[in-house]
């Protein structure tokens, strides 16, 4: 995770009071200014994506024990991850997982050229995995994805976003505010 050390929401929402001119909770209120720090903070995540910086890119290792993955119990995490995109999938034993949509899913098992791979598609928060008929059996499957960073509601929360981009963010919720 790609934690701030150094800023809360609590002392984020008074920079920006500062800096906005706008230290009466009337003209900002807390609701309104949490939901333009998250909304900020989601626009700068897309940019780092696009980008190739790895901010919010995460792995993680599961055992598999069925033919699909739930993505909100994963062995491997330790909490619930918030996963926005899926970068790949790698078998330690198979190697790489190819991606493919829910209607070529269905029909893996017709193709005696795909029973020597492990497939997969993603809906919603379920992957679901075929191994074809010269696979033995799944290793341990590496998840490689870009998270969706949290959003702060406590004032003790730390921002998700490190240090050296809360600049940008900073700069990000004063073009929406004024």
């Known amino acids: 995770m790609s934690l701030s050390r150094n ?10 009071r500062m800096k906005s001119g706008k230290l009466q909770n009337t003209l900002l209120t807390r ?19 696009e980008a190739d910086t790895p901010e919010f890119g995460l792995s ?3 055992t598999i024990a069925s033919d699909k993955i739930d993505l909100t119990s994963i062995d491997g995490a330790s909490t ?7 970068v790949k999938l790698v078998d330690a034993t198979n190697g790489l997982l190819i991606p493919t949509d829910a209607v070529e899913f269905n029909y893996l098992a017709d193709y005696p050229q795909k029973q020597n791979d492990i497939f997969w598609y993603r ?9 074809g008929t010269g696979v033995s059996a799944y290793g341990v499957v590496t998840l490689h ?13 730390l921002i998700d976003l490190s240090d050296r981009f809360i600049p940008l963010l ?3 919720i004063l073009e929406v505010v004024g």
């Open 80 to 86: 619930k991850i918030n996963v926005e995109s899926i």
């Open 31 to 49: 609701s309104m200014l949490i939901d333009t720090i998250y909304t900020c903070l989601l626009e700068i995540a897309r940019e780092l994506k």
């Open 123 to 131: 809906d919603g928060e379920l992957i679901y995995l075929y191994k």
């Open 145 to 157: 994805y870009d998270r969706i960073p949290e959003k702060a509601i406590a004032d003790a929360t």
């Open 170 to 172: 900073i700069s990000k």
């Open 60 to 62: 993680v290792a599961a």
């Open 7 to 16: 800023y809360t929401l609590l002392t984020l929402m008074g920079l920006i």
